[in-house]
């Protein structure tokens, strides 16, 4: 069983430019949560994609979006970057059954450098 | 609206020392309750998670976290810490229902020799 992986592992992009992030999901898995965790914070809740469609957005703008594939990998995407999006950037995937929350397996993260 | 408040940015203790990292939590609906750890370069692993039932949830590796609903805490402890429980430890909570996390600001575990 392969877990969370992320690509690329570190990423420096300039004011203005855009980016796109992957996560592939840990097998089994049909949800995937994206979370910005910038330094010496905790990780924020951007959005979440079960079964390709958004499931749930947090307080992040539109530039902020995302992607989800027939094979429940996903992709983060930033448009007209900010210094303040500057941050390591977490995919983490679990499988949604039911009402009861599911164990989110994180990824090892994508250090995004705005310069 | 949740939060989660971790007191506590830095914990430096000394090896075999017992610990608690302090967590407290505001929210207008019910919540499940977690702790993650995060060691360097590496992304987060689950600690313990508190859904239902008995409010005392345990780890693997000896750590232990007790809900406590009148106070809105849900503190970690341990016993006896080993070096190798140095990492940066976070507190979340998911209204339920949803199925999404909101994290504390993580306190920095330090374990000396």
């Known amino acids: 069983e392969t877990g969370v992986t992320q690509s690329p592992t570190h990423l420096i992009k300039t004011r203005g430019q855009q980016v796109t992030l992957r996560c592939s999901s840990q097998?089994?898995?049909?949800?995937v949560s994206w979370y910005q965790q910038a330094l010496g914070q905790g990780p924020q809740f951007i959005f979440q994609y079960y079964r390709e469609e958004e499931n749930g957005r947090g307080n992040f703008p539109p530039r902020f979006s995302g992607l989800q594939f027939p094979n429940y990998s996903s992709e983060l995407n930033v448009n007209a970057l900010e210094l303040d999006d500057s941050a390591l950037y977490l995919c983490?995937?679990?499988?949604?059954?039911?009402?009861?929350?599911?164990?989110?397996?994180f990824g090892p993260g994508t250090r995004l450098t705005v310069l | 609206a949740q939060s989660v408040t971790q007191l506590d940015s830095q914990v430096p203790v000394f090896e075999e020392a017992p610990v608690e990292l302090r967590c407290n939590y505001s929210?207008?609906?019910?919540?499940?309750l977690f702790w993650y750890v995060q060691y360097p370069n590496q992304g987060l692993q689950l600690l313990l998670k508190y859904l239902s039932g008995s409010t005392l949830v345990e780890s693997i590796n000896g750590f232990e976290a007790e809900f406590n609903k009148s106070q809105t805490s849900f503190h970690l402890r341990k016993p006896s810490v080993h070096i190798s429980d140095t990492a940066e430890y976070f507190c979340?909570?998911?209204?339920?229902?949803?199925?999404?996390?909101?994290f504390g600001t993580g306190t920095r575990l330090t374990v000396i020799p």
């Open positions: 979340a909570v998911s209204p339920t229902g949803a199925n999404n996390l909101f």
């Open positions: 097998s089994g898995h049909n949800t």
């Open positions: 983490a995937s679990s499988l949604l059954s039911g009402g009861t929350p599911s164990t989110q397996y």
């Open positions: 929210s207008s609906v019910s919540v499940y």
